[in-house]
C-alpha cells in the first residue's frame, strides 16, 4: 500500500459536499439501445456468457482501422472474448451508435496491452473522446497494465442522455503517423439516473449538479462480502470487487454475512439496481473489542487523479442489531467531517435489513508536495452519542470521478514502479503494493524493492497519533491532515547513529556503532549531486531512493528518509542493527549510514537488475528462463536459511517477497528491507509474540490469527514467492474472481484438482522438466500448509530446490545421483554459514538486553 499526505490549497478545494437517500423514480432498465462488441473479432460468447457480436458495421470508416489477433494469452484474462482481438486504429476513427435520448449510457472499455501481430502496444498512445467529453487523452494501455500489475484493464464511464440520439466514440492516436490507437472490446449500455445535485455543506447556496456530468467510475467495493460479475449484478452489468486490497494497514475489521432469517427490503424510494442484495448481505465492521475500535479508524485509501472532483457512495444495511442507537458512527473523508453521528438503523425507520446509501464528494487537489493522489474513507464510533456498541458498518463503497469545466475526464498515466507491492488493486497493499510511484529505470538500488515495505509501518505509527483528533477528523481545514514530516527533534545533531552516548536528539540506537561506515552529510551530497531529482530510482512511503557514486566510482543506493520523522525511526534502526551485524552472499549488504541534522539516510550495494518481480509479469523485461528462476529461488531461500539457523541469533525476516528479492548484475539473488524483521524465540518459547506486519498475500495466515510469529511465517511467504516466479501472476488481483483473487489459494485449487498446468507461466511451461516441476510444486504446497507445524524448514526448502534444479539439469541421469549433488550443495551451503559467521568481528552487545539473552538454536525446523 501506499500512504501519503494530503495538504490543500484552500478551504474551498478541501471541501466535501453531502446527500442523503434521495428518492429515485424507477425508470426503464431497457437494453434495446445497448451494444457489446468484440473489437476485431466475430461474434461469440465470453465466460460468463454474454455475447459480443463484432464492431466494424459500428465504424463510420474502416480504412484508417485493422484487426489484429494478439500473440500470446495471458493466464489472468477472465476469457478470450474480448481480449485476443483488437482493432488498431492508425488515424482518428469513430464509432456511431444510435442510442436513447432520455437514458444515460455506462461506456465500458477493454484493452489487453499485449503484441497484436507486428503491433506492440507498448507503443501505443491515444485519447478517446464520447460527443465532446474526454474521456482518455494521451492514454497508455501498456504503462497502465504495468503500473496496476494488471494484465488487462477496463475503464468504465457513465454519459448524461444524448438528446440527438447519436453517440459518437472517437479514437484518436496521440501523434499523427507515429502512435497508433486500439481497442479490444466495447460495451455501450442504458442505465437509469442514479445519480443528483450535491449541495455544497459550508456553501449551502452552492451545488454540483451531478446528474448533468459525466463520471468515470474509479472503484466499486463489495465491502466485506466476495467478487461480484457484472452477470449478478442488479440489472446495471457492474462488477464488483473486493474491498480488502484498500483497507488501510493490518486493522481489517470483522466481516460479517446476513443470517437466512434476514430478508433485504428494499425501501419505496430505493431502486433495486442502485446496488445487488449480495453488497447488502455482507458488511464489514470494526470487530468486537470497544477499547480497540476506539483507538483506530476503519479506513479504505484510493488511488485517484488531483484536481478533480470526486462522489463517494457508501452503501449501508444493518442485519446484525434491530434498534436506534446501537451502532453510531462518524464518517471521514480525507480528514473531513462528512457525517456525524451515522446511524443506520436510524435511516432505515429502525428496520432491520432495509438498505440505504450516503453520497458524499470532495474536490481532490494535488498539494503542494504532489501528493494529492489518494482518498481516504475512515469510520469511527461516535462518542458523544454513547452507543450501545463503540463499532462502525460499510456494506458497500463507489468513488465516481466527475468531467471538470472543460468537459475532461481523463488523468496522467500513472508512473510504473519497480518498487511497487497498489495496485492495484496492487496490488499489494502493504503492502499490496498498491502501488508506489517510482521513476522508471533500468536499474534500481539495492533497497529499492525493500522501500515499500517501510510504508504500511510508518504511516500507522502516525495515524494512530492523530485519529482522537475528534477520532479521526476534523471540520477545520488544518493543512496536512496525516502530517508525517513532523520532526522528532527540536535541535540539530550529528553522527548520532554513531555516537556511543547515544545522544538524546538521535533517532538511531547505538547498536550499530562501528559495524557500518559513517557518511557526512556533505559526502551524500556529493555522491547524488545534491539529491538531484535526475538521480531517484525509487519512491516510496519512507522516502527517496538515489543511484550514487562514492569513493569514485563504486555505485551504491542511497535511500534517505522524511527528515527524521517518527514513521520510520524503528524500521530505520532495525535495518541498521540486523545488516550491519549480517554478510552474506544472498542478503543486500548496508554500506553505510548518514544521520545529520534531520536527516536519516542509508546507504546499500547497487543492485542493476532491479527486483525480481520485475523480471515475472507487467514489464518489458525479457522472461526469465525457468533455470534462472530456480537459481533465484535457491539463492533466496539460502539467504533466508542463513537468517534462521547461520546467523547468530535467528532472525525472522516478516516481509518476504517478490519485490524484497534483489537481483545484481548476474541475476543473483539477495534478500532486503529488514525494517520489519524480528529476534526469534529461544529454545524455552515456541514463538514471538507480536503485532501482525507484513504484505497481504504473503502473510501467514496462522500468524495473522494468532499473533504469534516463527520462522515458518516466512516459509509460508516464500511459498507464495514459488507460485509467483512459477505462475507470473500478481499474489492478489481483486479484478479476478473471487476463487482467483489469492495466488496462494487459486494455486492450491489449482493442485487439488491436478489442473496447475493450466496457471504456469506459458514463457517456461515447455522447458520444465515434469519430475522437476512435481518437486518444486510439491515443496510449494507445502510451504503454505495453513499450521506452521507442518510445513517444512527453510533448510528443507533450500534442499528440495537444490534437488529441483538437479532433476532440471540431468533430467535423464539417476534420481539418486541428482539427490546426493543437492545434498552435496546443501551441505556445502551449511558449511559456509558457519565460515561467514566466523569472519565476522564480534560485536558488543552490553547496548542491546535482547541480544545478550538470546540463545542461538540450530538446525532448520521448529515445529
Known amino acids: 500500500m501506499i500512504f501519503n499526505t494530503h495538504d490543500f490549497f484552500s478551504l474551498i478545494l478541501s471541501s466535501f459536499f453531502i446527500i442523503t437517500v434521495h428518492s429515485s423514480r424507477n425508470t426503464s432498465l431497457s437494453n434495446s439501445d445497448s451494444f457489446v462488441l468484440s473489437c476485431g473479432g466475430g461474434s461469440a460468447t465470453d465466460a460468463d456468457g454474454r455475447n459480443w457480436v463484432p464492431d466494424s458495421k459500428f465504424l463510420t470508416s474502416s480504412k484508417n482501422s485493422m484487426t489484429a489477433t494478439a500473440q500470446s494469452q495471458d493466464p489472468s484474462l477472465p476469457s478470450t472474448i474480448p481480449y485476443m482481438n483488437a482493432r488498431i486504429f492508425t488515424s482518428e476513427s469513430t464509432y456511431k451508435f444510435s442510442v436513447s435520448s432520455k437514458n444515460r449510457h455506462w461506456i465500458r472499455l477493454h484493452f489487453y496491452p499485449t503484441s497484436y501481430n507486428d503491433f506492440n502496444s507498448s507503443y501505443s498512445y491515444f485519447s478517446v473522446t464520447a460527443n465532446g467529453f474526454t474521456l482518455l487523452k494521451n492514454f497508455s494501455a501498456s504503462i497502465t497494465s504495468q503500473a496496476l500489475t494488471q494484465a488487462y484493464i477496463i475503464r468504465e464511464f457513465s454519459l448524461t442522455p444524448i438528446h440527438s440520439g ?4 472517437t479514437f484518436t492516436p496521440s501523434i499523427p503517423n507515429s502512435s497508433l490507437a486500439f481497442v479490444n ?21 452552492t451545488s454540483i449538479e451531478v446528474e448533468d456530468s459525466v463520471l468515470q467510475t474509479m472503484f466499486r467495493l463489495n465491502v466485506g462480502g466476495q467478487y461480484i460479475p457484472a452477470t449478478n449484478d442488479s440489472g446495471l452489468s457492474r462488477t464488483w470487487y473486493d474491498d480488502s486490497p484498500y483497507l488501510f494497514g493490518a486493522a481489517l475489521g470483522v466481516t460479517s454475512e446476513a443470517d437466512k432469517n434476514v430478508t433485504i427490503q428494499y425501501p419505496d424510494n430505493l431502486p433495486k439496481y442502485i446496488a445487488p442484495v449480495d453488497v447488502y448481505s455482507t458488511a464489514r465492521t470494526m470487530g468486537p473489542n470497544p477499547k480497540i475500535n476506539l483507538d483506530y479508524n476503519l479506513t479504505w485509501v484510493l488511488q485517484v487523479d488531483p484536481n478533480f472532483t470526486y462522489v463517494a457512495r457508501l452503501h449501508f444495511c444493518e442485519f446484525e ?4 442507537n446501537e451502532r453510531v458512527f462518524d464518517i471521514f473523508i480525507n480528514n473531513q467531517t462528512a457525517q456525524e453521528s451515522a446511524d443506520v438503523m436510524a435511516w432505515a425507520d429502525s428496520k432491520q435489513g432495509v438498505p440505504v446509501y450516503k453520497d458524499f464528494a470532495i474536490y481532490v487537489c494535488d498539494d503542494l508536495n504532489g501528493n494529492g493522489n489518494e482518498l481516504w474513507v475512515a469510520l469511527h464510533p461516535s462518542v458523544s452519542m454513547k452507543p450501545e456498541f463503540y463499532d462502525a458498518i460499510l456494506n458497500g463503497l463507489e468513488i465516481f470521478k466527475v468531467n471538470d469545466t472543460n468537459g475532461n475526464l481523463a488523468g496522467p498515466n500513472p508512473v510504473p514502479s519497480t518498487l511497487q507491492g497498489k495496485a492495484g488493486p496492487e496490488q499489494e497493499r502493504r503492502s499490496f503494493g498498491s502501488s508506489l510511484s517510482n521513476k522508471r529505470a533500468t536499474v534500481i538500488g539495492g533497497v529499492a524493492g525493500g ?7 510508518a504511516v500507522m505509527i502516525v495515524f494512530i497519533k492523530h485519529k482522537k483528533r475528534k477520532a479521526g477528523g476534523s471540520k477545520s481545514t488544518s493543512l496536512s491532515w496525516l502530517p508525517i514530516y513532523g520532526s522528532m527533534r527540536s535541535g540539530t545533531t550529528t553522527s548520532g547513529i554513531f555516537a556511543k552516548g547515544g545522544g538524546g536528539n538521535s533517532c538511531i540506537s547505538t547498536l550499530g556503532f562501528g559495524l557500518c561506515r559513517h557518511f557526512s552529510l556533505g559526502e551524500i551530497k556529493l555522491a547524488t549531486n545534491n539529491f ?3 538521480q531517484i530510482i525509487g519512491l516510496g512511503g519512507f522516502g527517496k531512493v538515489y543511484r550514487g557514486i562514492i569513493d569514485g566510482g563504486t555505485k551504491v543506493a542511497i535511500k534517505r528518509s522524511i527528515p527524521c520523522s517518527e514513521q520510520g525511526v524503528h524500521e530505520f534502526q532495525t535495518e541498521i542493527d540486523l545488516l550491519s551485524k549480517l554478510r552474506h552472499r544472498h542478503l543486500v549488504s548496508l554500506i553505510g549510514a548518514c544521520e ?3 536527516e536519516m539516510i542509508l546507504i546499500y550495494d547497487y543492485m542493476a537488475n532491479g527486483t525480481l518481480r520485475e523480471h515475472l509479469y507487467n514489464t518489458n523485461r525479457p522472461p526469465l528462463s525457468w533455470n534462472q528462476r530456480l537459481e533465484i529461488c535457491i539463492g533466496t531461500a539460502r539467504g533466508l536459511h542463513y537468517l534462521h539457523t547461520g546467523a547468530k ?3 525472522i525476516h516478516r516481509d518476504v517477497k517478490a519485490t524484497n528479492i534483489l537481483l545484481d548484475e548476474k541475476l543473483v539473488a539477495k534478500v532486503s528491507d529488514f525494517g520489519l524483521s524480528k529476534i526469534g524465540p529461544t529454545l524455552s518459547q515456541t514463538h514471538v509474540s507480536t503485532v501482525v506486519k507484513g504484505s497481504f498475500g504473503y502473510l501467514d495466515p496462522e500468524y495473522f490469527r494468532r499473533q504469534q510469529l516463527t520462522e515458518k511465517s516466512d516459509v509460508y511467504s516464500f511459498g507464495v514467492v514459488l507460485f ?3 505462475c507470473a501472476r500478481p499474489v492478489l488481483n481483486s479484478s479476478l474472481p473471487r476463487e482467483q483473487v489469492s495466488l496462494a489459494d487459486w494455486a492450491l485449487s489449482c493442485h487439488k484438482k491436478g489442473t496447475l498446468g493450466s496457471i504456469i507461466d506459458q514463457h517456461i511451461k515447455g522447458e520444465i522438466n515434469p519430475d522437476c516441476l512435481n518437486n518444486f510444486v510439491e515443496i510449494a504446497v507445502k510451504s503454505l500448509s495453513n499450521r506452521g507445524i507442518d510445513r517444512p524448514s527453510m533448510g528443507s526448502v533450500l534442499w528440495n530446490l537444490e534437488y529441483a534444479l538437479q532433476l532440471q539439469s540431468n533430467p535423464d541421469g539417476p534420481k539418486v545421483v541428482a539427490e546426493q549433488k543437492a545434498n552435496d550443495a546443501f551441505i556445502l551451503h551449511t558449511t559456509l554459514l558457519s565460515i561467514e559467521e566466523q569472519g565476522e568481528e564480534e560485536t558488543d552487545n552490553s547496548s542491546n538486553e535482547i541480544f545478550r539473552k538470546i540463545v542461538n538454536p540450530q538446525g532448520g525446523s521448529m515445529c
Open 185 to 205: 472490446g466495447i460495451e455501450v449500455i442504458s442505465m437509469p439516473e442514479i445519480f443528483q445535485s450535491i449541495t455544497m455543506v459550508e456553501f449551502s447556496d
Open 451 to 457: 522501500v515499500a515495505g517501510f510504508g504500511l509501518v
Open 321 to 324: 442489531i434491530s434498534k436506534i
Open 649 to 651: 541469533h535467528t532472525i
Open 166 to 169: 447519436s453517440l459518437n466514440l
Open 596 to 598: 545529520e541534522g534531520d
Open 532 to 534: 538531484d531529482e535526475s
Open 724 to 726: 509467483e516466479v512459477l
